[in-house]
C-alpha cells in the first residue's frame, strides 16, 4: 500500500519540474541567451536569483503589438520581434528565474491567456508562471522591458492555476473609423443615426452559439470546435479624432478561434456598408463555404480575461483576478500607447481605405464559398477538407471542442471552461486546486 507521500509525487506534471530543481550531478546541457550551460553551472546560478519563495504567479500584463510579430516567441528564428521574446528576457535579467526560462518557458510552467497575432495589442493580457517572488516584482521586470510592453501586477495563485486553462472569457475591442460603413469614403463622413440603428440589428445576430467555420481556417461546417458562444457585442458612441469619426466595438465571448474577431467585423462592415446583402450571414453560419473578409489586426485590442469560476473559489484567499486595482493603469495604457497607434495607421497610411478597396475582390453570392476555394492552392483544399488548421499564427485563441452554455451572463454556470490553444484539455472547473 501506497503512502500519502508518495502518491502525491506521482500527480506531479512534468510541467511542474523547473530546470532550478536539477541537482549538480546530473550534468545536461540547457541552452540560455548566451549559449549552453551544464546542470552544475545552472544549479548555481540559483545563488543569484531574487531572494523568495518560488511561486505560481499571474502577471497582468499590457502591450501595444504595432511594432512586433505577435505575442508567441519564435523558437526557430529568435531574430524576430516578438512580445514573449522581450519579456521572457527581461525576467532573466530581473533575476525572477535562471536564465534558460528564455529560452525554453516550459521550464517555468508558463502559460499566456490569450495569443495575439501581428499588430494585435492589449491592457489585460493574462500570463502564468514560476518565479521567485518578491514585493516589487512589476518594477523588477519593467526595468529591463522597453516602453510599449508593460507589467501592471502579479499576484500569487493556488499551484495549478493556468492563466488559459483557467479563463472563463474574454473581452476585446475593436476600433475603426466610421467611414467604413459608407461606401463614399470620406475623412470628413460622420455615421448616421440609422446606420447606427443597423449595427445594432446585425450585432445582434451573433449573440448566442453559432458555428463559425467560415470565420476562421481550417474547420469544415460540422466541426464541434467552430462553434463558439458569444455573451454580448456592442458598440461605444463614435467620437471625433483630429477630424475622424472613429467608434469602438466590444465583445464579450467564452473562447475566439483563429481570425474569428476579425472576420466578425469584417462582415459587419460589409453588410452595413453595402458590399453584401443581411442574407449573407447566414449564409456564412449555415453553408459549408461563405466568404467572409478580414479586417486588419491594428484596431483590435484585448482589454480583459475573465476568471470567474476562480474568483469565485480562491478570490479571498490570493485576490481577484479581474485587477480591478490596476482600472486606472490599464486605461493609462489603451489611451496613452495603444489607441495613438490605431489613430496612426488610419490619419497616416490609410490602413481601412485601402482594405475597403479589396471587398470588391470578394463574392457575396450563395457561390461565392465554394468559387473562393476551388482557386485556393490543391495542398490547401486538401488540409481543409481534413479538418487540419492552418499553421499562420492566431489573433486570438484558438480551442477545440469547448462546451458551450448559453445562460445568463451573471449566471454562475455561464462562465465555462476552455481548451488550450495546443488543443490540451482543461481541468474540471469545479475540481479543487491544491493551495
Known amino acids: 500500500m501506497k503512502k500519502m507521500g508518495e502518491e502525491k509525487k506521482e500527480e506531479v506534471k512534468m510541467d511542474d519540474v523547473e530546470a532550478s530543481d536539477v541537482k549538480p550531478n546530473e550534468e545536461e546541457m540547457y541552452a540560455t541567451e548566451n549559449g549552453q550551460v551544464n546542470s552544475s553551472e545552472l544549479h548555481a546560478m540559483k545563488a543569484g536569483l531574487v531572494e523568495g519563495p518560488k511561486r505560481k504567479v499571474a502577471m497582468l500584463v499590457a502591450y501595444c503589438g504595432e511594432d512586433y510579430h505577435g505575442l508567441q516567441m519564435n523558437r526557430k528564428d529568435r531574430s524576430l520581434k516578438t512580445i514573449e521574446r522581450e519579456f521572457f528576457t527581461a525576467l532573466s535579467k530581473a533575476k525572477l528565474v535562471l536564465p534558460n526560462c ?11 491567456a490569450s495569443r495575439t497575432d501581428k499588430g494585435v495589442s492589449t491592457c489585460g493580457q493574462v500570463l502564468s508562471m514560476k518565479i521567485n517572488l518578491a514585493d516589487n516584482c512589476p518594477e523588477l ?6 516602453d510599449d510592453i508593460k507589467v501592471l501586477s502579479v499576484k500569487r495563485t493556488t499551484k495549478k492555476f493556468s492563466s488559459h486553462h483557467k479563463a472563463t472569457g474574454r ?28 449595427l445594432d440589428d446585425v450585432l445582434k445576430r451573433y449573440i448566442g452559439t453559432h458555428s463559425f467555420h467560415n470565420f476562421t481556417s481550417g474547420k469544415t461546417m460540422d466541426d464541434d470546435s467552430a462553434k463558439r458562444f458569444i455573451m454580448s457585442f456592442n458598440y461605444d458612441q463614435p467620437f471625433i479624432h483630429k477630424d475622424m ?3 469602438t466595438f466590444r465583445l464579450k465571448g467564452q473562447s475566439f478561434v483563429i481570425h474569428q474577431i476579425r472576420k466578425m467585423m469584417g462582415l459587419i462592415i460589409a453588410i452595413v456598408g453595402g458590399h453584401a446583402d443581411a442574407a449573407h ?6 453553408l459549408p463555404r461563405a466568404d467572409v473578409p478580414i479586417t486588419p489586426g491594428h484596431g ?3 482589454e480583459q480575461v475573465h476568471y470567474a469560476n476562480y474568483n469565485l473559489e480562491h478570490a479571498e484567499t490570493y485576490g481577484s483576478l479581474d485587477f480591478d486595482e490596476c482600472i486606472d493603469a490599464r486605461r493609462d495604457f489603451l489611451r496613452n500607447r495603444i489607441m495613438p497607434s490605431i489613430y496612426k495607421h488610419e490619419l497616416n497610411a490609410d490602413s481601412m481605405k485601402n482594405w475597403l478597396e479589396t471587398l470588391a475582390l470578394h463574392d457575396f453570392t450563395e457561390d461565392g464559398g465554394c468559387r473562393q476555394r476551388l482557386q485556393l492552392p490543391k495542398s490547401k483544399r486538401e488540409r481543409e477538407a481534413n479538418g ?41 472547473s469545479k475540481t479543487k486546486e491544491e493551495s
Open 245 to 247: 469619426e472613429f467608434i
Open 281 to 286: 450571414m447566414d449564409r456564412a453560419f449555415n
Open 300 to 302: 483590435l485590442v484585448l
Open 171 to 198: 473581452t476585446y475591442s475593436y476600433t475603426c473609423p466610421t467611414f467604413v460603413f459608407t461606401q463614399d469614403v470620406d475623412d470628413s463622413y460622420r455615421i448616421t443615426p440609422e446606420k447606427l440603428s443597423e
Open 141 to 146: 521586470i519593467n526595468e529591463h522591458l522597453p
Open 388 to 428: 487540419k488548421e492552418d499553421t499562420e499564427s492566431s489573433d486570438e485563441t484558438a480551442t477545440k471542442r469547448p462546451k458551450i452554455e448559453e445562460t445568463k451572463e451573471e449566471s454562475k454556470t455561464e462562465e465555462t471552461k476552455e481548451e488550450s490553444e495546443t488543443e490540451e484539455t482543461t481541468e474540471e
Open 102 to 112: 528564455s529560452i525554453d518557458p516550459s521550464k517555468m510552467g508558463y502559460k499566456c
